[in-house]
Nanobody
Framework: VQLQASGGGVVQAGGSLRLSCSAS????????MGWFRQAPGKEREFVAA????????YYADSVKGRFTISRDNAKNTVYLQMNSLKPEDTAVYYC?????????????????WGQGTLVTVSS
């Protein structure tokens, strides 16, 4: 599975962005998908995850109520809608695909990673 993240950019605090992650291959619907982010000088952290069917969704406490993860298996794409953005959301955002639901919140639960897209939130 090859993943391509897009949709990053510069936005003012309080604004919104929607990230997309397109996947190659016919087995996209078999994978749980996750979004992680890495801010400058910090470790990569979990943001959100969605099960293969879309029936289960998980969020980091820091984004709960502001971010929404969704997927369209017909389009082989997962989305991250980000609202009410804050300067502390500034990071490179990575999408990932994995087949271990029990590890959906862990980086080691994912086998494939996209290249990342930069989100910058100005104050």
């Amino acid at each position: 599975v090859q993943l391509q993240a897009s949709g990053g950019g510069v936005v003012q605090a309080g604004g919104s962005l929607r990230l997309s992650c397109s996947a190659s291959g016919r087995t996209f619907s078999s994978y749980g998908m996750g979004w992680f982010r890495q801010a400058p000088g910090k470790e990569r952290e979990f943001v959100a995850a969605i099960s293969w069917s879309g029936g289960s969704k998980y969020y980091a406490d820091s984004v709960k109520g502001r971010f929404t993860i969704s997927r369209d298996n017909a389009k082989n794409t997962v989305y991250l809608q980000m609202n009410s953005l804050k300067p502390e959301d500034t990071a490179v955002y990575y999408c990932a695909a994995g087949t271990t639901p029990a590890l959906a919140l862990r980086q080691r639960g994912y086998d494939y990673w996209g290249q990342g897209t930069l989100v910058t939130v100005s104050s």
